[in-house]
């Protein structure tokens, strides 16, 4: 999306990032186990901005997979993702209820907008936009429910990510 900013650099006609899914559900997986007010502030900015569309049901998938990972780690030679330290079980109370501003880690937040906007109202635009992710699907739930033994669930989900980019990688 161009940006006023993008006149002060010589930038390519297309840079190689994340699909925006997947940012997104980095951002959620975050938020599971901290509350940086700066993802909230993203996840809304992006939910309520124009030119911006995103598969709820993709992002939601991703978020429980990549928390899923977060708590258990994966390996795929010649990687391998180690479990993050403070990880905790995908929570769908977390997107259903609108929270305290008292929760959020206000680092950073009056950097990206001046002024700053309220937590109250970024909290509750998170619960109005991704409200969806309170919802898990039948294969999510077994994800959730499941802990470190719903491994093959995962592997099978990931390859089953849409572009196939894992489909013929060794997971385990």
Do not use: C
Not at 90 to 96: P, R
């Amino acid at each position: 999306m161009p940006l006023p900013v993008h006149r002060a650099y010589v930038l390519p006609a297309s840079l190689p990032v994340m699909a925006l899914e997947e940012n997104l559900a980095e951002k959620i997986a975050r938020l599971t186990r901290r509350t940086p007010a700066r993802d909230v502030y993203d996840l809304v900015w992006i939910s309520t901005n124009a030119g911006f569309t995103f598969a709820p049901e993709l992002v939601r998938r991703v978020a429980v997979l990549k928390t899923w990972v977060d708590q258990f780690g994966l390996d795929s030679p010649p990687t391998s993702w180690q479990a993050v330290s403070g990880a905790v079980d995908y929570q769908t109370t977390l997107w259903a209820t609108v929270r305290a501003a008292s929760e959020y880690d206000e680092q950073s937040i009056g950097v990206l907008a001046v002024p700053a906007p309220s937590l109250e109202s970024l909290s509750a635009g998170l619960t109005e936009h991704y409200g969806f992710l309170a919802r898990p699907d039948e294969l999510e739930q077994k994800i959730i429910t499941g802990a470190a033994g719903a491994r093959s669930l995962v592997l099978s989900a990931l390859a089953g990510l849409p572009g196939a980019r894992l489909a013929d990688r060794h997971l385990f």
